[in-house]
T-cell receptor
C-alpha cells in the first residue's frame, strides 16, 4: 500500500459546525503532515507529527485541532471556521530524514459557508 | 533562510515541444531537491528527486540535475504531451527540518 487516503473528498460546513478530516497511511511512515492550499498557491504547512507527537505547529489558529491517534492515522478537527478557511487540505506522510519525499493524499476540498 | 524560486507561469506549449521550468534555491548545507506535480483537482505527486550535488533525478521522461554551483534544479522534458498539463512545484528539504519548502508553482498547459 503506497497511498495516503483522505476523507471526505469534499466538505461544506457552516461557521458553527464541528467536523473532522481524516487521513490514513499504511506505509510505516513515522512523520505525518497537514497542509493548507489556497487556489493557485503552494501548500502551506500547518502541523507536523513525528512518531505520533506534535513537533511543529505553524501558528495555526486554535479552531484547527490536530490529533494523531496512532502511527497510521491523522485527524484534523475543525470548529468555528471562517469563510477564509475554505481551501484544499492536504495530508502527507514520509519517512524521517531529508532525502525522502513526501507522499500526499488527494486532499479534502473544504468550503465554509 | 531556505527558499525556492520558480519561473513565473503560466507556460503554454504545443504537444511535442521541449519543456524547461527553472528552479533556483537558497539554503545552507546540503538540501535534497524535489519536483512535485499536481493535476487538476488532485493532491501532489512526487515526480523526481535528487539528494546530492550532480545527482540527476528522472521519471516519466522528465529530468532535473542538482547543480550546487548555480543552486539550480531545472525541470526538463524533451517532448511534452497533453497529459503533462498540470502545476509543477519545486521544493527542498533540509536535515532536521520536518518541512518541505515549496516554490510558487508553475502551471503548464500543453495544447494539441
Amino acid at each position: 500500500d503506497t497511498e495516503v487516503t483522505q476523507t471526505p473528498k469534499h466538505l461544506v460546513m457552516g461557521m458553527t459546525n464541528k467536523k473532522s478530516l481524516k487521513c490514513e497511511q499504511h506505509m510505516g511512515h513515522r512523520a505525518m503532515y497537514w497542509y493548507k492550499q489556497k487556489a493557485k498557491k503552494p501548500p502551506e504547512l500547518m502541523f507536523v507529527y513525528s512518531y505520533e507527537k506534535l513537533s511543529i505547529n505553524e501558528s495555526v489558529p486554535s479552531r484547527f485541532s490536530p490529533e494523531c491517534p496512532n502511527s497510521s492515522l491523522l485527524n484534523l478537527h475543525l470548529h468555528a471556521l471562517q469563510p477564509e478557511d475554505s481551501a484544499l487540505y492536504l495530508c502527507a506522510s514520509s519517512q524521517e530524514g531529508r532525502t525522502y519525499g513526501y507522499t500526499f493524499g488527494s486532499g479534502t476540498r473544504l468550503t465554509v459557508v | 533562510g531556505n527558499s525556492v524560486t520558480q519561473m513565473e507561469g503560466p507556460v503554454t506549449l504545443s504537444e511535442e515541444a521541449f519543456l524547461t521550468i527553472n528552479c533556483t534555491y537558497t539554503a545552507t548545507g546540503y538540501p535534497s531537491l524535489f519536483w512535485y506535480v499536481q493535476y487538476p483537482g488532485e493532491g501532489l505527486q512526487l515526480l523526481l528527486k535528487a539528494t546530492k550535488a550532480d545527482d540527476k533525478g528522472s521519471n516519466k521522461g522528465f529530468e532535473a540535475t542538482y547543480r550546487k554551483e548555480t543552486t539550480s534544479f531545472h525541470l526538463e522534458k524533451g517532448s511534452v504531451q497533453v497529459s503533462d498539463s498540470a502545476v509543477y512545484f519545486c521544493a527542498l528539504s533540509k536535515t532536521g527540518a520536518n518541512n518541505l519548502f515549496f516554490g510558487t508553482g508553475t502551471r503548464l498547459t500543453v495544447i494539441p
